[in-house]
């Protein structure tokens, strides 16, 4: 079955270290998307990327990187520069076609906790 | 101005009732338009896209006015299995000039016996 897939689902990280989320679809879809969300809150976008070797920053991309190296893969390293990176974190993907109704699909999250 | 706002609630509205959401969007240029359901500690779930002439699924009808750059989800004789946080989500063109997925911060919905 196609779909995209979030792992590992959660997280421990100490403070001060680096962490890589990840994410893969094999949905053949162009765009994928980082969100973070907060207790209570809605979404907020991270890093986004239409297409291979090329992403661009969302709104809150400060202390985040990624990568886009395959189609398939879009992982998020959560930087120790990230003040405050306890949160659900989302990935979705999309098949990139601005002039069609283009449903996002989302992996099932993962919950990072730091302590 | 946020590209997408939405009332964040919370709706505490009796069984059976109908309840209704709107969304408004900035962007003029938004191309797709979409209502997600997101249940506690889950990941969003496409409930309707948002058709130009509107449209309907059972319970749910979804209206889009291009004119007032607003979206709307109408419940209808809403169930107890209703109740999550609805979000509004705009697919249009980022200062790139590519296509960008924007969500509001949802709305949350709780059905009362």
């Known amino acids: 079955d196609g779909g995209i897939t979030q792992s590992p689902k959660y997280l421990f990280r100490k403070e001060g270290q680096n962490v890589t989320l990840s994410c893969e679809q094999n949905l053949n879809h162009d765009a994928m998307y980082w969100y973070r969300q907060d207790p209570g809150q809605g979404l907020r976008l991270i890093y986004y990327s239409q297409i291979v070797n090329d992403f661009q920053k969302g709104d809150i991309a400060e202390g985040y990187s990624v990568s886009r190296e395959k189609k398939e893969s879009f992982p998020l390293t959560v930087t120790s520069a990230q003040k405050n990176p306890t949160a659900f974190y989302l990935c979705?993907?999309?098949?990139?076609?601005?002039?069609?109704?283009?449903?996002?699909?989302f992996g099932q999250g993962t919950r990072l906790t730091v302590v | 101005r946020k590209e997408v706002e939405q009332d964040p609630g919370p709706f505490n509205v009796p069984e059976g009732a109908t309840v209704a959401f709107n969304c408004t969007y900035s962007?003029?240029?938004?191309?797709?338009f979409f209502w997600y359901r997101q249940d506690c500690r889950k990941e969003p779930k496409l409930l309707m896209s948002v058709y130009s002439s509107g449209n309907e699924d059972g319970r749910f009808t979804a209206q889009l006015n291009r004119a007032s750059q607003y979206i709307s989800l109408l419940i209808r004789d809403s169930k107890l299995s209703d109740s999550a946080t609805y979000l509004c989500?705009?697919?249009?063109?980022?200062?790139?000039?590519?296509?960008?997925?924007?969500f509001g911060t949802g709305t949350r919905l709780t059905i009362i016996p």
């Open positions: 979705a993907s999309t098949r990139n076609r601005i002039n069609m109704n283009t449903e996002a699909f």
């Open positions: 989500v705009v697919n249009g063109i980022s200062n790139f000039g590519n296509e960008k997925l924007t």
């Open positions: 962007n003029s240029a938004s191309q797709s």
